[in-house]
Every structure is written in structure tokens, then in C-alpha cells.
């Protein structure tokens, strides 16, 4: 069974460095075609995938955040850690962590959720 | 703005029929990137649907079920359900903004 468990402040203020980690268990970062992919999502709107990484360290970040974003791996922990520089009220959101498959898909999808974690940005 | 557009709500009686539409462009879904299906309660982390466009993960109920046609694809629950109130979200890869991208949400009401 994999879960998947967000970790990190729920406060954080404006200009500072957010770090969360996603703590898992029932999978392993070292094995063939194992991805971890962080999103978020403001209160009350859309999704938003923000960054991933693979098993081969592999990594992947939104265009439009990708000089705020960085993604590394603790493969002997089992964590996948996610910074986001400079905060601004407009992140906050609650961020979730995720497994990703393709199986079954030519394309990876988000096959099981963290329960996700609610960083608030404010002075 | 959503990049896979899907309409705000839609509604249904129980035992109904109700289509959820996510609309892409020759980018995503158009350029034969696969749609994938999440449901999402309030309060709660999504929860994946349907992938690939039309399969089913174990223990998702049969009456949900997922098609893909040119630039859009469709989320289908045959029988609508007190239980299937919840927000549900089409998710594809565009090779343009070069990432993965959501629909807007649906919230599905039954009435």
C-alpha cells in the first residue's frame, strides 16, 4: 500500500523559502519508472502541478515557476523535498505531494495523493 | 485561465446521466496527449478517476467512465449517485507550456 505524507510550515512570510517534504512509504524512488510530483491549489480554485521528479533524478518544473522551484530526492529516506523561493501571498495554497504512474497510459498521470498541507503566506 | 476548459457545474437527478466536457487545443489533448479524471471531495486531496481516458483504477465504481475525442475528452457517470457530489478535474500534458495542466473543476450537484 503507498502512502504519501506533506510536511512542512503552515505559515510562512512574504519574501522568505518555503520547504516541504513528502515523506512515502509502499514505493521506492530507486525503482524503474517511479515518479513524485508536487502541485497545489489556492482556496476554492484549480489544481496546479508545479514540479516532479523520476527515479532516475530526472526533473521537471512548471515554466512559469521554474526559477523559484527546486526538487531533489532522499532515495535512502524515502522523502522527496520541494523548496519555493521568495513567497508572496498569492502561494498560498494547500500543496500536495503525489505518486505518479503510467501504467496503463502512453502518459503520466497523478495515481495517488498526499493529504496535502495548507502554507499560508502573510506578514 | 484553465488551459482544458470545463464547465463550472452540472446537475442531475439520481439515476441520471451527466457528461463533464474538458475542451483542449492541438497542444494537449488534440495532440494525442492522454486526459486523466480526478474527484475531489471538499476538504480532501483529489482522488485519480480515470486514467489513460478511459480506464478505470481498481475500485472506482463502473457507472464513471472516460472517453476522448479529438481536442476533448469526457467524464461519464451513468447513474448518478448522492455519493458522486464532489468537484472532478481532467488533467493532460501540454507539449506547448511544456508541463502538465488541469481543467477548471466541474461540481457536479445531484439534485
Known amino acids: 500500500q503507498i502512502t504519501l505524507k506533506e510536511s512542512g510550515p503552515t505559515l510562512v512570510k512574504p519574501t522568505q523559502t518555503l520547504t516541504l517534504t513528502c515523506a512515502f512509504s509502499?514505493?521506492?524512488?530507486?525503482?524503474?519508472?517511479?515518479?513524485v510530483g508536487w502541485l497545489r491549489q489556492p482556496p476554492g480554485k484549480a489544481l496546479e502541478w508545479l514540479a516532479h521528479i523520476y527515479w532516475d533524478d530526472d526533473k521537471r518544473y512548471s515554466p512559469s515557476l521554474k526559477s523559484r522551484l527546486t526538487v531533489t530526492k532522499d532515495t535512502s529516506k524515502n522523502q522527496v523535498v520541494l523548496t519555493m523561493t521568495n513567497m508572496d501571498p498569492v502561494d498560498t495554497a494547500t500543496y500536495y505531494c503525489?505518486?505518479?504512474?503510467?501504467?496503463?497510459?502512453?502518459?503520466?498521470?497523478?495515481?495517488?495523493w498526499g493529504r496535502g498541507t495548507l502554507v499560508t503566506v502573510s506578514s | 485561465q484553465s488551459v482544458l476548459t470545463q464547465p463550472p457545474s452540472v446537475s442531475g437527478a439520481p439515476g441520471q446521466r451527466v457528461t463533464i466536457s474538458c475542451t483542449g487545443s492541438n497542444t494537449n489533448i488534440g495532440a494525442g496527449y492522454d486526459a486523466h479524471w480526478y474527484q475531489q471531495f471538499p476538504g480532501t486531496a483529489p482522488k485519480l478517476l480515470i486514467h489513460g481516458n478511459t480506464n478505470r483504477p481498481s475500485g472506482v465504481p463502473d457507472r464513471f467512465s472516460g472517453s476522448k475525442s479529438g481536442t476533448s475528452a469526457s467524464l461519464t457517470i451513468t447513474g448518478l449517485q448522492a455519493e458522486d457530489e464532489a468537484d472532478y478535474y481532467c488533467?493532460?500534458?501540454?507539449?506547448?507550456?511544456?508541463?502538465?495542466?488541469f481543467g477548471s473543476g466541474t461540481k457536479v450537484t445531484v439534485l
Open positions: 488533467q493532460s500534458y501540454d507539449s506547448r507550456l511544456i508541463g502538465y495542466v
Open positions: 509502499g514505493l521506492s524512488l530507486s525503482g524503474d519508472g517511479v515518479g
Open positions: 503525489a505518486h505518479m504512474s503510467n501504467w496503463g497510459s502512453i502518459h503520466w498521470y497523478f495515481a495517488l
